[in-house]
């Protein structure tokens, strides 16, 4: 889409791609606000315990004796030190973030391209994508709610884009500063620490950005791009390295990881298995994250807009032939480290390979409606094509509404348990005021697969809850609904 083409105009397909874009964006903000009702949960405790000690010295005993990633808990040490609420300003916050970094990665990659998108079709299609990314979520609660859980699996793929839109803005310009190195190496390697999968998927993409610089990069840019990239290859390469040695990782692995041959073919399996269980499961919003795309860019290239040269469509017909490729070996590769650990993914480590997924379908309904805007026979230039496209597209805008509704209806059950924290917590520090040092508190189900207090005193969660609060124990025990209130006033 050229300049001369991005003036604004307001015709039904644009008016109902940004209608789509922004009831996306109202579900987006739908789970921005039950993100305010988000707590400590269960790990919570135990993290923000580190954080009270000196950074650096809490950073070395959480990678000897916790964990061998590190960026998760400097995430969760610096919202920790700015308010003991920002679990429940951090999902919006990601949200925001996430948007952002996926518009302005959409924006200079056309730019690179020479296509130079508006910014207002380049913050539907991000928000489309977070939209669809997180209605499939296996479980969207562990990703967006849970502290620990969001600054391990979600944070990194949210600054994911960012970097890849300032990598490619420092391409595009075919020359950087001499303190650029060690920024992208800094910055890469922060971003892998996040996670093990995280680390693998980073590296993927960089090894394929690195071919792609090599091929199609004219010689007088290639050498600039390459040395970027390497160095933030070897940024990514090194936090894996890092994880990899880490004294925590002979506490979390019980039993030894299985033999090279056979985590390379369960990763493989466990990969496969979740590609096509999620389009058995999810069939409907599979359906739409690939045909909304394909209807947006149909409608860019149908007559009169020019016809694709002979390269460009061979270009094209590559690119669909490789994205789904890809997508499976990125879904392989974010698997592997828990096949590692001899295990299917759990839900939480499942969402970036979901996040591919729909990635994957987005980007491939786009090529299709590329592909299909260059059959051009005679009889189809007399057909409303314009007119069928937006009728269509105006149906499939108004799917993020079914989801919106949906999700309304989650809003009393979280309100209600914020609520119930609340007055336990508030019931914690009366407690503790009177000298007890001993607690016991009202239990609450676990959600979402989330443990919560248990009865025993010498429960993980429990340990950390007591550290959190600063007493010797705290006891969860069972208590009727309806004396809640009576438990909490002392009657």
């Not at 892998?192 to 990069?217: D, H, N, Q, R």
């Not at 033999?259 to 369960?266: G, V």
């Amino acid at each position: 889409m050229s300049k001369s083409k991005q003036k604004f105009v307001l015709n039904p397909v644009t008016l109902f791609m940004q209608l789509g874009g922004l009831f996306s964006a109202f579900v987006l903000l739908i789970y921005a606000y039950l993100g305010t009702f988000s707590r400590h949960m269960a790990d919570d405790y135990c993290s923000v315990g580190f954080t009270r000690r000196n950074f650096f010295t809490a950073l070395w005993d959480n990678y000897q004796t916790v964990s061998d990633r590190f960026s998760n808990f400097m995430l969760i040490a610096s919202s920790e030190s700015l308010s003991s609420n920002s679990v429940a300003t951090l999902p919006a916050l990601m949200l925001i973030l996430w948007v952002a970094g996926i518009a302005w990665l959409l924006y200079e990659a056309s730019r690179f391209g020479g296509q130079n998108w508006s910014v207002s079709f380049v913050l539907s299609l991000a928000c489309l994508l977070a939209f669809f990314a997180l209605l499939q979520a296996p479980n969207r609660y562990q990703i967006l709610y849970w502290r620990s859980s969001m600054a391990t699996h979600f944070a990194p793929l949210v600054l994911m884009p960012s970097f890849a839109a300032f990598l490619l803005h420092q391409i595009a310009k075919k020359y950087f500063s001499a303190w650029m190195v060690p920024l992208v190496f800094v910055l890469a390697f922060l971003l892998g620490g996040f996670s093990e999968p995280t680390a693998v998927v980073l590296i993927a993409l960089l090894a394929c950005a690195l071919a792609a610089a090599w091929a199609w990069i004219k010689p007088e840019a290639r050498k600039s791009s390459l040395s970027l990239l390497a160095v933030a290859f070897a940024g990514a390469l090194t936090a894996l390295v890092v994880m990899a040695l880490a004294p925590a990782n002979s506490l979390r692995l019980g039993t030894p990881p299985p033999a090279l041959p056979l985590l390379i073919s369960r990763s493989f399996e466990y990969g496969y298995e979740f590609s096509v269980g999620a389009f058995r499961t999810l069939p409907l919003p599979t359906f739409f994250s690939l045909f909304i795309p394909f209807l947006i860019f149909y409608n860019l290239h149908i007559a009169p807009a020019s016809a694709l040269t002979t390269a460009q469509q061979k270009r094209m017909w590559l690119v669909l032939a490789a994205v789904p490729v890809l997508s499976y070996l990125l879904i392989v590769g974010s698997f592997a480290p828990s096949v590692y650990g001899q295990s299917f993914p759990v839900e939480r480590a499942r969402f970036a390979g979901q996040l591919i997924l729909v990635a994957e379908l987005m980007i491939s309904g786009a090529v299709l409606g590329v592909l299909a805007a260059q059959w051009r026979p005679h009889f189809m230039q007399s057909l409303p094509l314009a007119t069928i496209t937006a009728v269509l597209l105006a149906i499939s805008a108004a799917y993020p509404l079914r989801a919106a509704v949906l999700t309304f209806a989650d809003i009393p059950e979280f309100r209600d348990r914020a609520v119930l924290w609340d007055a336990r917590e508030n019931y914690v520090y009366e407690r503790i005021a009177l000298g007890e040092t001993e607690l016991i508190v009202p239990s609450f189900p676990g959600i979402y697969g989330i443990k919560e207090w248990d009865e025993v005193e010498t429960h993980w969660v429990n340990r950390c809850a007591a550290a959190y609060y600063q007493v010797d124990t705290i006891r969860a025990v069972t208590v009727p609904d309806e004396y809640l209130q009576d438990f909490f006033s002392g009657k």
